[in-house]
């Protein structure tokens, strides 16, 4: 039973991990939020019941996401922390209940606002000026994108506040106006649609270029004030911040109790559709600042917020055909084209279907109404069809046989339940995995987009990885092509040329070796330091590795037995791309960090970064929270709940200095 347990977590641990990979590093929603919560809460409520299989590196204990290399790295002063949620009533009533508990006969109100669908953001003022604008990041650590963000006409760039430090956080946006621009555009230009307001406001914000930010109008509402020692309410001072020229909510209004609360709560979903911009949900809050220390936080969120989530919006409309779409793995996704439908704010006419097992079991069949689910603002899901006497009449549906793309017959890969095309000819194939090899994860080599890669493989300039790193003798081609030009290709090369150096587990990432993903990539290069190294491992040895397993060890054996992947390995030698782990320092030895746990809090000298890489080039383990497992704790100023925490459990607690004593 208890080995059940501890797989069940896992599973979900590993789920959650991917869709969490997706969002914060590609800009991608894979599933809605429902489904997102629903996973999150069960497995919140296994690690609670059995805490036992509670660990540092579980999602439960982090807050947010990851970094682009190319913004640098700021150390918010307080942690920028997320909210618990709310799903209905009784989790709002369960809320005020604790609160109640907390607080005993002290009076209190509650703020409710709408819950912006952006992307966080925190604006430090510097003597009246803006100084620094830093995104969540992963609640500790944001990025600097104090640029970017100065394009945004609704941000003040001076305020007036001459004091050292003043800090206001809010939630970047863009209205649905503008988001139906942008995507207009992008569709005449043949590019990637953003899938919605949110992905497109994330992925504008993380632009090297401002001038594409100035473009795309982004919006900010303020949603919080730092500095809130000289107020009383949050109200008093978002009416403040207003007058600072910040745009604070208009639909933002105290409740005197919990049953006022659900009252204003139905007020803002009935305006929804109407709105100007996106919300998923609303955001209530103890008004009162004095009673925030009382209520208190736990490592992931303040105690005296929640964020009440909308329900998943459901339509019926017309399923007009079923279409199958192939991945970089061969991966069969059948989709559903749809008589457009407007849901959630926006017009769709397509949801996904998943694969073939989830339309014969929902006995789905072209030309019947069905029930359709979109929560989060993303691609919307099919999740029933209604049986009426149209539906009786409707043939069968009959799953694929052959690629789309290839025409090759499909197959089945125990224990999967999905298709696959496993033709090496397959031309989807070759440019989805060519397009995962030059993403930001793997290679990040820019401006190798999809639509390039398309035309280069048409070409016949790139058939696999090897040939991205022959562009170069095709430069005068290259040159030709339209919309390319010289100053193009000279960047597009440059960038490839600087990617031949990267580190072995980006490279063992971008290959596209099915269940290996960037940290099981991290794990095998750091551990084995060179890709001859990996190709020689037995599936034995790799499925005993810690966090690897044996899914994971068969697909990389299997993977090195193709001839062909072996030879393209040996041309990448050839070429002198780096297939070596390159740490991101120097690394050592030392008995008293060594294979010991850390964790870092509080604010510090240098970035949490720094002593991150720092620690792990001495062999440490560098966890996210406090454990009875930790053995250090790295405090800096205002350590929080996790200096409480290790004080508890007796964890050693050292500062910067005690720590370069310990490496000396």
Known sequence: MSEKIK???????????????????????????????????????????FPQYLTSDSPTQKVGGSFDLNFNKYTHKTPMLSLSNAFNEDDLKTFDNQIKKELGNKKYTYFVEPKIDGLSISLIYKNTKLHKAITRGDGVVGEDVSQNVKMITSIPKTIADNSDYFEVRGEVYLSKNEFERINSERFRQGEKLFANPRNAAAGTLRQLDSQIVKERNLDAWIYFLMNKENFTTHQSSLEALSGFGFMVNPLGTQANDINGVIEVIKSISNQREDLEYEIDGIVIKVNEFDHYDSIGYTSKFPKWAIAYKFPAEIKTTKLLDIFPTIGRTGKVTYNAKLKPVKLAGTTVGAATLHNASFIIDREVRIGSDVRVKKAGDIIPEVISVIKDEKYETLPVWVESTNCPDCNSELQRIEPEVDQFCVSDNCVRRIIRGLEHFVSRDAQNIEG???????????????????????????????????????????????????????????????????????????????KYRTMDSIMLLSEIELSEIRDIGPTVAKSVCDWFKVEKNISMINELKSMNINL???????????????????????????????????????????????????DYLLAGEEAGSKLDKATKLGVRIINEEELFNIIN
């Open 448 to 526: 190798l987009s999809i639509k390039l890669i398309e035309k280069f493989h048409e070409k016949k300039y790139v058939n696999n990885v090897a040939d991205i790193f022959k562009l170069s003798n095709h430069k005068s081609e290259l040159i030709k092509l339209d919309k390319m030009g010289e100053r193009s290709v000279d960047n597009l090369l440059s960038s490839i040329d600087s990617s031949k150096n990267k580190s072995l587990e980006k490279l063992l990432f971008g290959l596209g070796i099915r269940h290996v993903g960037k940290k099981s990539a991290f794990i095998l290069s750091k």
């Open 580 to 630: 070596e782990y390159k740490p991101a320092m120097e690394e050592k030895t030392n008995e008293q960090i060594t294979h010991r746990t850390f964790v870092i809090t509080g604010t510090l000298s240098k970035s949490r970064n720094y002593y991150k890489d720092l620690l792990i080039s001495y062999g440490a383990n560098v966890a996210n929270s406090v454990s009875k497992n930790t």
């Open 7 to 49: 797989l069940k977590i896992n599973e979900l641990k590993q789920k959650i991990n991917e869709w969490n990979l997706s969002y914060y590093e590609q800009q991608i929603s894979p599933v809605d939020d429902s489904e997102f919560d629903k996973t999150l809460s069960e497995l919140i409520l296994l690690e609670t019941e």
